[in-house]
C-alpha cells in the first residue's frame, strides 16, 4: 500500500493519514520523549547559501523518513525551529529562516527520531470498498452495507432528549488578563459594530457531532467506513457516538440560545435521507423528519439554521455502486438528494451551501484509505481532479435546480484557506509560488463558479486533460454564477514560497513529491525567523493563530473574487494539549485563553476590515458549537467552545471560557 500526500494541501487534516495507528497516549508521550531523546541523527547539513535547504538535502531526508518508523522531523536553523508531526513531511517542514536573505551561510539540522512502537489495529493489510456490489435496496442490503463497515456502536441514549429550558448561564469567567494588558471582549473596538442582519454563528457538521449513526434508518457513510480503517484516525476513535447531537439536539440549541448565537451552520447527513445515496432508491422518512424537527427548534429559539448539503459524508453506498466522487455518476444523484431537502425544507432555511471546502474533500479522496477505493479509470494522479469535476458539475446541478423550483434564499459552496502572502518579498518565484496556492486551492472552485466558468489557467498548463478534465463551453455556461455570495473558512494564513528545486523543475517533474501545486506553505517570517502566530494543539500542525493577516487575505479574497457578501463560515482553534487534561478537572477543561485569545484577535481584525477596508462580511461562524469528531485526529483534537464530557453516558456540555468571550464580543457589536 502506499501513502499518498498531496503537496499542495500540506497542513490540512485531512490528508494526515499515517499508515500505521499510534495510541494516543504514546503519542502524547512521544512528543516528550522526542525533546529528549535523539536516537539517531539521521542526517545533518550546513553552508546553505540560501535560505531554503539544498533540494538534495530535503530529498536525502525524505527518502529517509520513507523508509523509517519516524513520524516527526524537527528541523533547526539559525535559532529557530519547526516541528512537524507527520510523515507527509515535505521541504516546507525544513524551511528555514535568516535574519536577513542576504546572509551566505546558514546551518540547517534535522534530527528524525525514532517513533515508539504502533498499535495496529489490524493485522490484515487495509483493503479498499469493494466497487461494483449489486443494488439492492432492501433492508437486507442496507445491512449488507453496514456489514462493509463492521460492528457499530450503540448509543447510551437512543430517543429525542427534551431539556430544561431556558439553560441558566453559570458564573462568567473572572478576566483573563489585567485591564493594562487586554481589554475585556466588550470593550474590544467599542464603536465598531457589526452590520445589520450579521449572523454570530457557531459550526457543525453531522459526521463530527451527530453520532447515532445507524439510528431511523440512516445508512452508512464513507467515514463511517474510514473511522475504522488501521491507522485511518490517529486516536482510533469513530463517530458512532460522538456528541449525540442526533438525538441532543434541542438542548443544543438551547444552550447556544443561551449564549446569545443567532445563527448555527449545520449539514444534514445525505445517507440519513437516502440510506443508499441514490435517485433511484428509497427516501427515509425518519431523516426527513428528523431535520424539519431540527430546524423547527433553531427557529424557534430565534437561531437561523445555516444548512450544508454536504460535509463530506458520501453515502458508503454510492462509493460502493460505482467510486463515488470519483464517478461521474454522482452528479445525478446528489442533484436528486438536494432536490428533495430544498423541497422539504423550503421557506424554513434562507442559507445553504452545497459543499464544505470541495477542494479538501476532493484531495482526501486521493488520500488514505479512500485512495484504496476508485471508480475504473481513475489512479492517485487525477482522482483529487476528476472529483473536483464531478463535485462542480454537481454543485452547479443543484444550483440550477434551486433556481427553477423557486427556492426562497441564496446558495453558496463553502471554500477553505486563504490567499498567501510571497515568503521572500521580492522573489519573483514566492510571487509565483502565491498564485499557484491560490489557484490549486480556493481558485479550483471559486474561478469556475465566481468569475472565468473555467479552471485556473495555471491549472491547465501543468495539468494535462487525463488528469484534469477539461470543461466543455457548455459546462461553463452552467457552471459560471452559481453562487449568491461568497462563504471561506479561514482559520489560518501563510506564506507562500517557491520549492528549492524551483517551480519550472517541479512542474516538469511528475514524480516531484511537491507537483502538481510546486509550492510551499510556510509558517515563519522569512525575515524575522519568528512563527506566524501561536501554534494550536499538536494535532493541528497545519493551524497557527494569524489574526493579523485576516484582513490582507479577505482584501486579496475579494479583489479576486469579488460578491456582494460574504460570510466567514468557519473558524477557529485548538486550545494546545487540551485532549490530554485530566478529564475529572472541569475548571482546567474549561479554561482556554488561546481559544479566547484566537476568536477576540480575528472578530476585532474582521470589524477592521468591514469598517477600514469595506468588505462586505455578514457573518462569522466558529467552528465548533461543542468539542467533535475531527477526522483523521478524532476525539483528541478539541475545537469546541462547549467541552463534551465523552466518558459520562449522558455527554454533559460545559460551556469553555470562549464561549463567554464570544457572547460578551457578540452583545457588546451586534
Ligand atoms: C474545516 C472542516 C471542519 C473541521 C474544521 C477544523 O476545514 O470543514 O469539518 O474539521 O476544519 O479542522
Not at 507527509?88 to 535568516?98: E, K, Q, V
Not at 540547517?108 to 504502533?118: F, L, S
Not at 445508512?219 to 447531537?245: E, F, I, K, M, Y
Amino acid at each position: 500500500m502506499t501513502i499518498r500526500t498531496d503537496p499542495h494541501v500540506l497542513h490540512k487534516k485531512t490528508t494526515r493519514f499515517s499508515p500505521i495507528s499510534v495510541d494516543h497516549t504514546m503519542l502524547r508521550l512521544y512528543w516528550i520523549v522526542t525533546l529528549l531523546y535523539t536516537a539517531k541523527v539521521a542526517h545533518s547539513q550546513s553552508g546553505f547559501s540560501d535560505a531554503v535547504p539544498s533540494s538534495a538535502f530535503t530529498s536525502q531526508l525524505r527518502t529517509s523518513l520513507a523508509s523509517s518508523t519516524a513520524i516527526s522531523v524537527t528541523a533547526v536553523s539559525s535559532g529557530f525551529s519547526t516541528v512537524t508531526p507527520s510523515k507527509s513531511i515535505t521541504s516546507s517542514g525544513f524551511a528555514t529562516a535568516t535574519p536577513s536573505n542576504t546572509i551566505a551561510s546558514i546551518t540547517a539540522t534535522a534530527t528524525i527520531t525514532a517513533a515508539p512502537t504502533p498499535t495496529v489495529t489490524s493485522s490484515s493489510s487495509p483493503s479498499g470498498i469493494p466497487i461494483g456490489i449489486p443494488r439492492d435496496y432492501s433492508p437486507a442490503g442496507l445491512a449488507k452495507l453496514w456489514d462493509l463497515v463492521g460492528p457499530v456502536e450503540v448509543p447510551p441514549i437512543t430517543t429525542t432528549v427534551i431539556p430544561q429550558t431556558p439553560i441558566a448561564l453559570p458564573s462568567h469567567p473572572p478576566a483573563l488578563y489585567p485591564s493594562f494588558l487586554a481589554v475585556a471582549p466588550k470593550d474590544i473596538l467599542p464603536d465598531l459594530k457589526y452590520p445589520e442582519g450579521f449572523l454570530f454563528g457557531v459550526a457543525s457538521a453531522a459526521y463530527q457531532v451527530e453520532g447515532a449513526v445507524m439510528e431511523e434508518g440512516k445508512g452508512p457513510s464513507v467515514w463511517d467506513w474510514a473511522s475504522r480503517q488501521p491507522g485511518a484516525v490517529t486516536d482510533n476513535t469513530t463517530a458512532d457516538v460522538v456528541d449525540l447531537h442526533y438525538f441532543l439536539y434541542k438542548e443544543d440549541v438551547a444552550r447556544i440560545a443561551a449564549l446569545g448565537v443567532n445563527s448555527h451552520s449545520f449539514s444534514v447527513s445525505w445517507a440519513r435521507i437516502f440510506p443508499f445515496g441514490a435517485a433511484d432508491s428509497p427516501v427515509n422518512q425518519q431523516g426527513l423528519d428528523h431535520y424539519a424537527d431540527v430546524i423547527e427548534t433553531h427557529l424557534k429559539s430565534n437561531i437561523t439554521p445555516v444548512v450544508t448539503l454536504f460535509h463530506w459524508d458520501t453515502p458508503l453506498a454510492l462509493a460502493a455502486y460505482y467510486g463515488g466522487f470519483t464517478s461521474p455518476q454522482i452528479v445525478d444523484d446528489f442533484v436528486h438528494y438536494a432536490k428533495t431537502v430544498f423541497t422539504a425544507y423550503n421557506g424554513s432555511v434562507h442559507t445553504w451551501y452545497t459543499f464544505n471546502e470541495p477542494q479538501v474533500y476532493c484531495a482526501q479522496v486521493g488520500s488514505f484509505p479512500f485512495n484504496l477505493s476508485f471508480a475504473p479509470g481513475i489512479n492517485e494522479q487525477n482522482a483529487q481532479f476528476q472529483c473536483s469535476y464531478n463535485l462542480l458539475k454537481a454543485h452547479a446541478g443543484a444550483v440550477k435546480a434551486f433556481r427553477e423550483m423557486g427556492i426562497t434564499g441564496e446558495i453558496a459552496f463553502k471554500s477553505a484557506d486563504y490567499i498567501g502572502m510571497p515568503w521572500r518579498a521580492n522573489n519573483t518565484e514566492d510571487m509565483e509560488a502565491v498564485e499557484r496556492n491560490a489557484a490549486f486551492n480556493i481558485g479550483v472552485f471559486a474561478d469556475p463558479v465566481y468569475t472565468t466558468g473555467d479552471w485556473p489557467q495555471i491549472l491547465k498548463d501543468t495539468l494535462p486533460p487525463d488528469v484534469l478534465p477539461r470543461l466543455t463551453e457548455q459546462e461553463s455556461k452552467e457552471i459560471l454564477g452559481t453562487a449568491d455570495f461568497f462563504a471561506i473558512d479561514a482559520y489560518r494564513t501563510y506564506w507562500n514560497a517557491a520549492p528549492p528545486e524551483g517551480i519550472d523543475a517541479c512542474v516538469n517533474n511528475t514524480s516531484d513529491p511537491l507537483w502538481p501545486g510546486c509550492f510551499l506553505e510556510l509558517m515563519n517570517d522569512f525575515n524575522t525567523g519568528w512563527s506566524s502566530g501561536p501554534a494550536s494543539d499538536p494535532l493541528t500542525p497545519w493551524l497557527q493563530a494569524t489574526p493579523q493577516f485576516l484582513r490582507p487575505s479577505f482584501k486579496r479574497l475579494h479583489e479576486r473574487w469579488p460578491t456582494s457578501k460574504i460570510y466567514l463560515s468557519e473558524f477557529g482553534f485548538t486550545q494546545p494539549f487540551e485532549g490530554v487534561r485530566n478529564p475529572q478537572v472541569l475548571f482546567q477543561l474549561t479554561e482556554d485563553p488561546e481559544r479566547t485569545n484566537y476568536y477576540m484577535t480575528y472578530l476585532g481584525e474582521l470589524l477592521l476590515s468591514i469598517h477600514e477596508d469595506g468588505i462586505p462580511v455578514q457573518g462569522a461562524f466558529c467552528w465548533a458549537i461543542m468539542d467533535n469528531a475531527e477526522w483523521n485526529s478524532g476525539l483528541s483534537a478539541r475545537f469546541g467552545i462547549q467541552y463534551v464530557n465523552y466518558s459520562s453516558p449522558t455527554l454533559e456540555r460545559s460551556y469553555k471560557r470562549s464561549a463567554f468571550a464570544l457572547a460578551d464580543f457578540f452583545e457588546a457589536h451586534l
